[in-house]
């Protein structure tokens, strides 16, 4: 699978047994491990080189060196964003869309999976793709708060999965609507 990985993560990622460095640190070995491909824009790279700690940089240069990282910007998708940010309500929602767009970007241009540890998914998200049908095909794991579930669904392939859908709604219900 072509995996989305916010630099939250690649932040997290330390030494540390805390529990967040810890599951950030076992989800990235589970992306290298299961063969995955890491995909960013030009914006996430940069936020990684930021943001990386000592074994997020040395997961990087792992993953580079097996050539399984991609730049796929998904500047085809762009035309989303506005419509997106106009069925939110708050400025606040909007602001963080915005900021996060280029994580969209990537996952609707690769397999529509985004690891991150925002919250599970972030809720202005799951609003917006009630109103925009292509961001409902978005799928989330958050190894932060979900801890192993989230790594064993990344070792499994991390196929698409109705609990994991951005909006919300399960792969049924989806098709139904």
């Known amino acids: 699978m072509r995996l989305v990985i916010d630099a939250n993560i690649a932040n997290s990622a330390g030494s540390s047994d805390v529990p ?5 640190r076992e989800c990235l070995n589970a992306v290298r491990e299961h063969e995955h491909v890491a995909v960013f824009t030009q914006q996430l790279m940069e936020e990684w080189r930021e943001h990386a700690s ?15 990282i991609e730049n ?3 500047a085809e998708f762009v ?8 069925c939110l309500a708050e400025d606040k929602w909007k602001e963080d869309l915005r900021k996060d767009f280029h994580l969209v970007r990537s996952a609707l241009a690769g397999d529509q999976t985004i690891l ?6 972030p809720g202005y998200l799951s609003i917006a793709a009630r109103t925009v049908r292509i961001l409902s095909s ?8 979900e801890g192993d579930p989230c ?6 392939g991390a196929r698409p999965e109705g609990t994991r859908r951005i909006d919300g709604r399960s792969e049924n219900r989806a098709a139904e609507g």
């Open 151 to 156: 790594i064993e669904w990344v070792r499994a």
């Open 138 to 145: 978005l799928h989330y794991g958050n190894p932060a708060a």
């Open 72 to 74: 796929v910007e998904g």
């Open 79 to 86: 035309i989303h964003l506005d419509r997106a940010c106009a």
């Open 116 to 121: 991150s540890n925002e919250k599970n998914p």
């Open 20 to 24: 967040t460095s810890l599951n950030s």
């Open 54 to 68: 000592l074994i997020s940089r040395q997961w990087w240069r792992s993953m580079a060196a097996r050539r399984r």
